[in-house]
């Protein structure tokens, strides 16, 4: 027993300090004190009214003083699944075991070894395309709250710099980043950072150029020594976080984004943790044999068989009918033409098996695959004005029509500008608002094959289509004003009444400007 007491006194001597934020800060404090730096507890940041932000300088490290989740895995999952695929993702989640039993340090060269070896350097766009919306989600309120005071603002990691700069630069408007760099090799990743000395370098030297000794340097970071250490020779104040208070932080909501996200990619639809990655791993098998029944039943049976077996296998689709646009249907020498905002390639199908009547859909880049199976009529537009608008013109004098004139698909609650051409064609425009909800798979892509959208989207537990059909619009030669203007005027006055119906904002970027963000080019992608 006294050997025991006596351990037990020295563990509570030696190791009981270092556990406690609160001795750690009062430790902290008092070595430097007379070198002039103070440090503080985070949350007394909040109650500062006296920065100014010409001499201000704020530096604030990524993953401890902005991001309320404690763990790096989800991102690190999110680059080896959509920038590696299945396999290299399904070895990260192997890993997680080894992952929780060696140290912080030792566990992030294991996930990027894992997720960037033999990655093309060119090819890696999750850094801008899939990483943001994510990040952004996972941003605290609180923290946002005190970058808006600072003057310029320095962010600083330990993960790769390709996977946090473009969330740092374009929505949070950071002026610097400092990020560790992966190792290339001939155009791709070898899975191996540089060392750390070259990023504090590299942060020195972003200090020393803004003017160290004319602007006060303060610095935001979490209970780590190294870090500390690292900013104790440039920061005048330092404000250290707990994981207390984190716990207590809240995240931002899509309103309080400095700027909106409507452009992201990937397929990943939900926040890869390694409870949720394994649940998904174990789906897989169920999801692609539910897919398949999906398929074979939209595409060969009926619809008055087809729906409710896909309600029997967890497909969700409502629709809200307009009861005028059933009783003027008589007496039509023409097709209608419906107009769609668009959300997956599956749009005209699920309006067509609303309104469980035939309907033939015109694209722009539907795959051959998808246009063999589709079990409607699908006609290919070639984005030329007079051949687009004879084969529109031939179409609607044989049936009804569906067209989505944004011309690609957008996944967050915008529409993008659409075309004009559906105005000249019809005087019989019926605007439909349709959205789609998913719970693991993104139905759409901006980089990857079009023929596995459809599939990836039924492979979802419970996904869900909702079908408004409006009022109906009257087209060009109806329109009041008149003039060359009046075709655009009908597509705005569309675009709005759907914006409104679904709680929309209304954007007039194209489907080039998604392109041009996500993938780096104009939308030439894969036909196949």
Known sequence: MNYFSFFFFLYRLV??????????????????????????????????ANLSKDQTLLLFNVE?????????????????????????????????PLLRLVGEDMGLKIMVFVCFFGVKT????????????????????????????????????????????SFLRDYLDIDFVVGREVKVFRGYFLGV???????????????????????DVIGISGFKGSLQYHLSSHCKEIYLVRKADKRSWQRIRRDEYLKPLIFHDGRLAFM????????????????????????????????????????????????SPNPSLQSSNTRKTRGRLYVCNHKTLLDPLYLSFSLQKDLTAVTYSLSRVSELLAPIKTVRLARDRDQDSKMMEKMLNKGDLVVCPEGTTCREPYLLRFSPLFAEMSDDIVPVAMDSHVSMFYGTTAGGLKCLDPLFFIMNPRPSYNVRVLDGVYGLSSFLGGGERSRFDVANHVQSE????????CTRLTRRDKYLILAGNEGIVNKY
């Open 15 to 48: 190791f009981k300090p270092s556990k406690n934020p609160k001795a750690f800060h009062r430790t902290a404090s008092n070595i430097h004190a007379n070198g002039g730096k103070l440090y503080h507890k985070y949350p007394s940041f909040a109650h500062r």
């Open 64 to 96: 401890d003083a902005l991001l309320k989740s404690p763990s790096l895995f989800p991102y690190f999952m999110l680059v080896a699944f959509e920038a590696g695929g299945l396999l290299r993702a399904f070895i990260l989640i192997l890993s997680y």
């Open 122 to 165: 060119k090819s890696f766009r999750v850094g801008s395309a899939v990483l943001p919306k994510f990040f952004l989600e996972d941003v605290a309120v609180e923290t946002l709250e005190v970058l808006k005071k600072g003057g310029k603002k320095v962010g600083f990691s330990n993960v790769p710099r390709v996977m946090i700069e």
């Open 193 to 215: 950072m540089e060392d750390k000395k070259q990023s504090n370098a590299a942060l020195e030297t972003i200090i020393g150029s803004q003017g160290l000794g004319t602007c």
């Open 272 to 319: 890869p943790t390694p409870l949720a990655t394994l649940a998904m791993f174990m789906w897989l098998p169920f999801g692609i044999t539910l897919s398949i029944i999906r398929a074979i039943s939209g595409i060969l049976l009926p619809y008055r068989l087809s729906i409710p077996i896909l309600a029997y296998t967890g497909f969700q689709l409502s629709l």
């Open 498 to 505: 759907i914006g409104k119906a679904l709680g929309f904002g």
